[in-house]
């Protein structure tokens, strides 16, 4: 199945938050994360076919022989930004990941669709194209009449990129803050064989498929407007130069009080933000907002 020979096979990586918290707080998380995807998929050796990164989890296609040095040194990476971003420590995500060989043509199609519908499929995003943390849109750009990689440029030698010791590749090109362009490193032809005309492509990514008809997510999250990532930036402009990881319990509670009654959020929404278990949350939310006033 893959190019470089039989020793080469596809993976399903998928990492989740511990009790499905949030891993990424801020927009610019999620595009650190791409970034070292591209340096620490050069510097191990493993093609990134496809991407698609939520605000508690993400997951890849990757073209690779053992992908887990990979995860490992990218994972202790971005641990590490995110602790000294936010004043914590330990692992960010569960320590263990699902990992999946991918064993036959049939099975990678749908893998990848599943990967590319992911944050559909959740309701975070009505298409795949519109989805910012998606690979999806590095696909056909010739065919769609567009170009992402205006505003990118070469990236100058011996540029490193922000919180790592890592050198960008030379080949590589970078916009005006900072962010690798992610075809640098996609293997965008592969992903476009596998899919596809670009009408083929097109009908894939945007119907459901017959897993999805069967799920509620997508119908219960688009209830709610407001993504997780957004939520979780509007309270950390709240509480700066705190950060979420620095509050207490009640300190916590209080917060999700004022989202609550000024934003229309999920409880799980602020659980998986707050990193409070569900269940614990709605309790206390539930006392707090009945509780008499004196």
């Given at each position: 199945?893959?190019?470089?020979g039989?020793?080469?096979?596809?993976?399903?990586?998928?990492?989740?938050?511990?009790?499905?918290?949030s891993m990424?707080?801020?927009?610019?998380d999620?595009?650190?994360?791409?970034?070292?995807?591209?340096?620490?998929?050069?510097?191990?050796d493993?093609?990134?076919?496809?991407?698609?990164?939520?605000?508690?989890?993400?997951h890849?296609?990757?073209k690779?022989?053992?992908?887990?040095?990979?995860?490992?040194?990218?994972?202790?990476?971005?641990?590490?930004?995110?602790?000294?971003?936010?004043?914590?420590?330990?692992?960010?995500?569960?320590?263990?990941?699902?990992?999946?060989?991918?064993?036959?043509?049939?099975?990678?199609?749908?893998?990848?669709?599943?990967v590319l519908?992911?944050s559909?499929?959740?309701?975070?995003?009505?298409?795949p194209?519109s989805?910012?943390?998606?690979s999806?849109?590095?696909?056909f750009?010739?065919e769609r009449?567009?170009?992402?990689?205006?505003?990118y440029?070469p990236v100058?030698?011996g540029?490193?990129?922000p919180?790592?010791?890592?050198?960008?590749?030379?080949?590589?090109m970078?916009?005006?803050?900072?962010h690798?362009?992610?075809?640098?490193?996609?293997?965008v032809?592969?992903?476009?064989?596998?899919?596809?005309?670009?009408?083929?492509?097109?009908?894939?990514?945007?119907?459901?498929?017959?897993?999805?008809?069967?799920?509620?997510?997508s119908?219960?999250?688009?209830?709610?407007?407001?993504?997780?990532?957004?939520?979780?930036?509007?309270?950390?402009?709240?509480?700066?130069?705190?950060?979420?990881?620095?509050?207490?319990?009640?300190?916590?509670?209080?917060?999700a009080?004022?989202i609550?009654?000024?934003y229309?959020v999920?409880i799980?929404?602020?659980?998986r933000i707050?990193?409070?278990?569900?269940?614990s949350?709605?309790r206390?939310l539930?006392?707090?907002?009945s509780?008499?006033?004196?």
């Open positions: 199945m893959a190019e470089k039989d020793s080469y096979m596809y993976f399903h990586i998928c990492v989740r938050g511990n009790a499905y918290q990424f707080l801020e927009q610019e999620i595009y650190h994360a791409i970034d070292l995807l591209g340096i620490f998929g050069r510097e191990y493993v093609i990134i076919v496809a991407y698609d990164f939520l605000s508690n989890h993400f890849l296609i990757v690779a022989k053992d992908p887990t040095p990979f995860m490992h040194a990218f994972r202790i990476s971005y641990s590490r930004y995110f602790n000294f971003k936010y004043k914590s420590i330990g692992c960010v995500g569960n320590r263990s990941f699902v990992c999946v060989v991918i064993k036959s043509n049939e099975q990678l199609v749908k893998k990848l669709i599943y519908r992911n559909t499929r959740h309701g975070a995003e009505e298409h194209y989805d910012p943390f998606n999806a849109k590095y696909y750009q010739k009449g567009v170009d992402l990689g205006k505003g440029y100058k030698k540029y490193m990129l919180y790592t010791s890592k050198v960008v590749p030379a080949d590589f970078i916009n005006k803050f900072g690798i362009y992610p075809p640098c490193f996609l293997d032809l592969e992903a476009e064989q596998w899919l596809g005309s670009y009408q083929e492509a097109m009908e894939k990514l945007s119907t459901p498929t017959e897993e999805e008809e069967l799920e509620n997510d119908r219960n999250s688009s209830r709610y407007p407001y993504k997780d990532i957004e939520i979780s930036e509007i309270i950390l402009k709240m509480i700066a130069p705190k950060t979420i990881q620095q509050l207490n319990d009640n300190e916590k509670l209080q917060i009080l004022t609550k009654r000024k229309k999920a799980r929404q602020l659980s707050l990193g409070i278990p569900e269940s949350l709605r206390m539930k006392w707090s907002l509780a008499p006033k004196y």
